[in-house]
């Protein structure tokens, strides 16, 4: 596994139970290693026991875990960069659910040996779609449903999203975008540039 996602992992461990709980989960890999490192690359067993320790210790699923993981990475201030990426997919939620099938290139285009899921998204009409995860990691499809559903909550979007079983190799998503200005969306500004004028999304 890529050393940043299991980096980002251990991010937000530590920024949601303390950093009192990431040693204790250190301790428990014993595996000789005090934190992640973004460059480098993990073998996926010791990725899957960081997780079984985690949830063994929070006494909660591991999908669930997964899915506070994919949240954290859009409403969490430490997850600022992640969420830009995402955003910089569209001025709406429809528009954002339309880039889905381009996120792991412009992820490559940051981290060239970064390898996401493969994303292939489904209009059914009248605001319903099929996403598709293609991907031998675990627990992608419960990130992606906690990152889709923060997505939402960050635009203003009403969507209401689903896991829909696992078919032909891949793990599905089901989604319902009831209503793309359902409320005010956080504010996005494509630069930083101090000014506050180059602002995008958010109303």
Known sequence: MHGLIIRSFEGFLRNTYGAAFWEDMVSALDAGIDRFEPMFHYDDALAARLVDVASA??????DGLFEDYGTYLVAHPASERVRRLLRFGGVDYEDFLGSLEDLAGRARLAVPDLDLPRLELVDLGVGDYRLSLFTPLIGAASVYLGLLRALADD????????????????DRLSIR????????????????????AAHRGGR
């Not at 210790?57 to 591991?62: D, I, S, V, W, Y």
């Not at 635009?155 to 891949?170: F, M, S």
């Open 155 to 170: 635009y203003g979007a009403l969507v209401v999203i689903e896991p829909d079983g696992h078919v032909k190799g891949a």
């Open 177 to 196: 975008l009831l209503k793309a200005d359902f409320a005010q969306g956080r504010g996005f500004a494509l630069a930083d540039d101090g000014t506050g």
């Open 57 to 62: 210790r929070l006494g909660k699923p591991a």
